[in-house]
């Protein structure tokens, strides 16, 4: 697992470095954008060369891994810069690169309420996304458990829940905003509406799949009904319980930034906007690709979460 | 001799979705104190749910289940159960597997030390004490079924209710853990009732073979009593007229009075 989030963040390194290769018109990585095409292949060829001598197999096994989303990415840049050749209003990767640059050499700056550094914005829509979804576990998670142990629950909530989920939660903002009256709770509430179904309907399931064997165990034994959840029930639906967390996180960074372009105030969402508002185009792309790391690290910290807690497969 | 379990004219039936569904009819057993009984039938027979309603994890729909005089109304620790496919707990390490079932029946008397002991000597029985770190995905077969023994013995049952236990494991490791349970059952003078399927082994292990007629509606066709001496020698009885006595007279209910329709 780790594997794999080394992979990412190398792709995330890559994805900066060829930025920046492909910003300075074709010259390599490292070098000044006087230098030559032919730097690339040279520098290549002697990294291999230093593979080859050092003979660490997992080396190569780690360029066989890193390379084709390398690969990709480059195609991606390659294809945008060519894209932008002719002008238009979409920025060059040279010329976002180097509003990167500018972007992160300062992210944490603050020059009142409505101008502060990407850092700021970042940290505002993941604090809103945090308490937004922690509710929603404190509420979905026991309430999952719930319908999953009484038949009965779930058939009441059931069909309620069939007809909800399939809402967009930003159906659900101006609901909060009318009863919080501000931005911030509601946006907070719309997080919480769209993480709390998988949370109910994973858990839930979990409870019903706990394995009749085990709790057939549980009533050789006679245990009590505090070891029974500690020992069997807890454990059994938790790996069931880490899948509708990650399912809702993912959701909630897709519906933050929804909510936060229309409640306004401070956040990536928000931040987008205003950077539209202000033209600076090669400004939201720099927010795509941030708002998607962010959600990829989300994702694969949950993983390696849910990986800890999964049991071989007896 | 004294009975310890009392099974008096037991009828179990389910309402399923194609209706009611008698698989057990006035089924009458006695089992006495100390000795090993198997139960032997075709698939689907019932064997299990004969089993299951000993163990008090179901009740029957009609007649008597007796453990020591006294009704038998759920689960018990005073009898054990080994389940077919193990059932350990994945999250759990051998030896807290072990002593979750050690603390359920020693817990309130005993100090934590006094636990730990227990749960070690249980794990030491089946010879699994270099493994009482390590979680079920991480041991063999033939393994964690020693460890749901373990589990089992340690709570000094009265009796030790074992469904078909080494069905899912290769000869060889089956013939091992056959030969260490009628060790341990000497040693411990508990008393066994075993499912299976293996005549061999329904020989081998047993005092009595019981036979069980084909469903639905199964009940006791016949019971055979194995005379052999103990302690038993698995080669020794591979020339034995007797075991192949006890065998045939198994193979003739099985194959000749109980025949099975092709499935
Ligand atoms: N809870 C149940 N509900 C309905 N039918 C059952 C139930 N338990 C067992 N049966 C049926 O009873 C029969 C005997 O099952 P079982 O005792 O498991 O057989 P076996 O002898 O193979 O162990 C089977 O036909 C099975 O489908
Ligand atoms: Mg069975």
Redesign the pocket.
């Known amino acids: 697992m780790s594997a794999a989030v080394a992979v990412t963040m190398e792709r995330v390194d890559d994805q900066g470095r060829e930025a920046r290769g492909a910003g300075s018109a074709p010259a390599a990585p490292e070098a000044g954008p006087d230098e030559e095409v032919g730097m690339n292949a040279k520098a290549a060829q002697a990294d291999k060369g230093a593979i080859r001598r050092r003979g660490a197999g997992w080396l190569r096994a780690l360029a066989r891994v890193a390379l084709p989303p390398v690969l990709g990415m480059g195609l991606l840049i390659g294809l945008w810069h060519l894209a932008t050749l002719n002008g238009g209003g979409i920025p060059s990767p040279g010329k976002t690169w180097d509003a990167a640059v500018v972007l992160f050499s300062d992210p944490f700056y603050q020059e009142g309420p409505n101008d502060q550094g990407i850092g700021w914005n970042v940290l505002e829509s993941l604090k809103r996304v945090g308490i937004g979804f922690g509710i929603a576990a404190l509420v979905g998670i026991p309430a999952g458990f719930l319908l999953g142990r009484f038949a009965l629950l779930a058939q009441m909530l059931n069909p309620l829940i069939s007809l909800l989920r399939p809402v967009s939660p930003l159906a659900w903002l101006p609901i909060g905003l009318l009863v919080f009256q501000r931005a911030d709770p509601a946006a907070i509430w719309t997080i919480f509406i769209c993480s709390i179904w998988p949370m109910i309907l994973n858990t839930a399931q979990g409870v019903t799949r706990v394995p009749q064997d085990y709790l057939n165990v549980a009533r050789v034994l006679k245990l009590s009904e505090w070891k029974v959840f500690t020992k069997i029930l807890f454990p059994a639906v938790l790996p069931y319980m880490l899948t509708g967390i990650r399912l809702s996180i993912g959701t909630a960074w897709l519906v933050i930034v929804a909510a936060e372009m229309l409640t306004g105030g401070v956040g990536i969402g928000f931040w987008v906007w205003d950077e539209w508002n202000n033209l600076k185009v090669e400004h939201i792309i720099i927010a795509i690709f941030v708002i998607g790391v962010v959600g990829l690290i989300l994702e694969q910290v949950l993983m390696l979460v849910a990986r800890r807690f999964s049991y071989g497969n007896s | 001799m004294k009975k310890i379990v009392q099974i008096e004219n037991v009828t179990q039936s389910?309402?399923?979705r194609n209706g009611h569904?008698v698989?057990l009819r006035d089924v009458r057993l006695d089992i006495v104190e100390g000795e090993s009984v198997s139960l032997i039938?075709?698939?689907?027979?019932?064997?299990?749910?004969?089993?299951?309603l000993i163990a008090g994890l179901?009740r029957p729909s009609s007649g008597v289940m007796l453990c020591d005089g006294r009704e038998i109304t759920g689960p018990g620790p005073e009898r054990a159960v080994v389940f077919q496919n193990h059932s350990l707990l994945p999250w759990l390490t051998c030896f807290d597997n072990v002593l979750l079932a050690v603390e359920r029946v020693f817990g309130a008397r005993e100090s934590r030390a006094q636990l730990k002991t227990r749960t070690r000597e249980a794990l030491a029985l089946v010879g699994l004490t270099h493994a009482e770190h390590k979680h079920p995905h991480e041991i063999s077969g033939g393994m964690k079924q020693r460890v749901g023994i373990a589990r089992a013995l340690s709570m000094q049952p009265r009796i030790l209710l074992m469904?078909?236990p080494f069905g899912a494991l290769d000869a060889l490791t089956r013939a091992n853990l056959q030969d260490e349970l009628m060790k341990i059952l000497a040693a411990t003078q508990a008393t066994m009732v075993m499912?299976t399927?293996d005549v061999d082994e329904a020989v081998l292990l047993s005092d009595r073979v019981v036979m069980?007629t084909n469903?639905?509606a199964?009940t006791i066709g016949e019971i055979l009593e194995i005379g052999l001496e103990r302690p038993r020698e698995r080669l020794a009885l591979a020339h034995d007229a007797q075991f192949g006595e006890c065998r045939a007279a198994i193979m003739e209910f099985l194959y000749q009075k109980q025949v099975r329709a092709a499935a």
């Open positions: 389910f309402d399923t569904f698989v039938g075709h698939s689907g027979c019932g064997k299990s749910t004969l089993l299951n179901t469904d078909e499912v399927h069980l469903g639905p199964a």
